[in-house]
Nanobody
Framework: VQLQASGGGLVQSGGSLRLSCVAS????????MGWFRQAPGKEREGVSC????????FYEDSVKGRFTISRDNAKNQVYLEMNNLKPEDTAVYYC????????????????WGQGTLVTVSS
C-alpha cells in the first residue's frame, strides 16, 4: 500500500491549488478517503473526507466553503481543490484512509505516505 500526494507549492493568500493523491497497491474503490495536514510545530489534523460510493463529504470548519474534495475511482486518485487559501493553511498535506465522511476526523493512522507541502504567503 502506498499513498503519494502531489500538487503543493507556494501561493499567495487568496490563491488556489489542486492537490492529488494516487493510491497504489490497493483499490480505493471501497474506502472513504481523507485529506489531512500538519502545520509546522502542530499536530496532524483532519481536513476533509469523501465516502467510497455516494459522494458524501465532510469538511472541517476551518476549510468549509473553500476546499472541495473529490475522487476518481477509475484512476485510483483523490483530489483536494483549495481556493481562497490563507496563510494558516500552510502545512504538509497527506491523504489517508479510511475516514468518516460524516466526521469527526482523527489522524490516528500507523501509515502515512508522502505528503505535499503547501505554503501560503501573506
Amino acid at each position: 500500500v502506498q499513498l503519494q500526494a502531489s500538487g503543493g507549492g507556494l501561493v499567495q493568500s487568496g490563491g488556489s491549488l489542486r492537490l492529488s493523491c494516487v493510491a497504489s497497491g490497493f483499490s480505493l474503490d471501497y474506502y472513504a478517503m481523507g485529506w489531512f495536514r500538519q502545520a509546522p510545530g502542530k499536530e496532524r489534523e483532519g481536513v476533509s473526507c469523501i465516502s467510497s460510493m455516494d459522494g458524501t463529504t465532510f469538511y472541517e470548519d476551518s476549510v468549509k466553503g473553500r476546499f472541495t474534495i473529490s475522487r476518481d475511482n477509475a484512476k485510483n486518485q483523490v483530489y483536494l481543490e483549495m481556493n481562497n487559501l490563507k496563510p494558516e493553511d500552510t502545512a504538509v498535506y497527506y491523504c489517508n484512509f479510511p475516514c468518516s465522511p460524516v466526521g469527526p476526523l482523527n489522524a490516528e493512522y500507523d501509515y502515512w505516505g508522502q505528503g505535499t507541502l503547501v505554503t501560503v504567503s501573506s
